[in-house]
């Protein structure tokens, strides 16, 4: 037998045992890893343990063997070669609090696989986990794409973006999570891979509310298009590159986000277009739709920076009701009368705005000594 052969497989633990949490554990089961769910329930840690099934999320998918779960954190934590987050956004920091003392003594990368803000504070995943941690952001990276979880617990193909501050370290992480069926690129712009992430979300339940309503594909499409300039906008005015929401973490997210059954929100919005009260789709969801939380914080975050997201604006106006469904599809782009480009303030300012990006781009990588962000 080869030393290869001998060598035990690297440990990885992942906390949270919803759809994602399980797909993901599967996704780095199957590329060669030891995996250990953390799951709150002990029954819902049992029956993957015992039966390598989580019903209530993954109805029919067999998990691999090399896979086992826990309701005991310290013990999912014991030997972790990485660790990644996969709790709802809004319980990150509660759930830090418990992870912080077993992991003080390790180097072990963190990896983010949620996607929403901090509603409380308006902060992205990474600076929770940081504050929440105390850990250098150099051992943190984020995951994000078009991943619908159930289509790749099917094992079908789709790629994916591991995004780190740490070169290194997002290389660490792309190398462990990727087999056959999920193929991961890397790039350092965890700002745009993030909120990435977060702006399809809102948009994805601008689409589902249309749908809801009965609108058609032009709908649709106008929304998708429209909110990928107001993901761009935003992200770029955050500190992002604009060419990463062009990208896997955020053009290839929106469409599958937009467009699938399976996005819980969309699912989401969908019932708000059917009338449904917000308390009551919130009460039907399963799962947590971080979408109908980051509104808020978003917006709030956006008018910090002077950004306009009229489709984002109302939709919290759904949100609250105080605007009908119906009414979204008016009003895309703006409530102005005056025909406006089709870019926004990141494409378009008198014919300047792409020039003055190439001169600051330009600026950017002189200071940098000439390194950028790898795109993926």
């Known amino acids: 037998m080869s030393r290869r052969q001998d060598a035990p497989l690297p440990r990885v633990a992942v906390l949270g045992a919803g759809s994602w949490g399980t797909t993901f554990g599967k996704v780095l089961a199957d590329g060669g890893a030891h995996v250990t769910m953390w799951s709150r329930r002990p029954e819902q840690a049992e029956e993957i343990r015992q039966a390598h099934r989580n019903t209530q999320y993954l109805p029919g998918i067999n998990l691999p063997h090399q896979m086992t779960a826990t309701s005991h954190l310290a013990e999912a934590l014991e030997g972790a ?13 509660e759930n830090l609090a418990a992870v912080r003392p077993l992991v003080a003594a390790s180097d072990a990368p963190i990896v983010s696989l949620m996607k929403g803000v901090e509603k409380a504070t308006g902060m992205r995943m990474s600076q929770v986990i940081e504050e ?14 078009p991943n619908l979880a159930l289509e790749i617990a099917r094992e079908q193909p789709t790629a994916a973006v591991i995004s780190s501050t740490s070169q290194a370290t ?17 790039n350092t712009d965890v700002i745009g891979t993030e909120f990435g992430g977060v702006l399809k979300n809102l948009i994805a339940v601008a689409i589902g509310i249309v749908d809801g309503v009965g609108y058609g594909e032009n709908t649709k499409a106008s929304i998708i298009t429209r909110g990928l300039v107001e993901m761009t906008d935003f992200a770029v005015a955050q500190g992002a590159h604009p060419e990463t929401l062009q990208g896997l973490a955020g053009l290839g997210d929106l469409i599958a ?20 009260t917000l308390p009551d789709v919130i009460k039907q969801m399963q799962q947590t739709a971080e979408g109908l939380a980051s509104v808020a914080p978003v917006l709030q975050l956006a008018r910090e920076v002077g950004v306009e997201m009229p489709i984002v604006e109302q939709v919290k106006m759904v949100l609250d009701g105080t605007m009908d469904p119906r009414d979204i599809a008016p009003h895309l782009t703006t409530d102005d009368d005056k025909p406006t480009g089709e ?23 002189f200071r940098d000594g000439g390194r950028r962000p790898s795109g993926d």
């Open 343 to 365: 870019r926004t303030q990141n494409g378009q300012a008198g014919g300047r705005g792409a020039l003055w990006r190439s001169i600051q781009r330009a600026l950017d990588q």
């Open 132 to 145: 929440g941690l105390q850990c250098d952001p150099a051992r943190i990276a984020v995951a994000s794409g």
């Open 81 to 93: 070669d990485q660790v990644y987050l996969s709790v709802p956004s809004q319980a990150l920091r």
């Open 170 to 186: 997002a290389e660490a992480v792309a190398l462990r999570a990727r087999n056959r069926y999920f193929r991961t690129f890397v």
């Open 257 to 276: 986000t937009c467009q699938s059954p399976l996005s819980r929100n969309n699912t989401a919005g969908r019932l708000l277009g059917q009338g449904v």
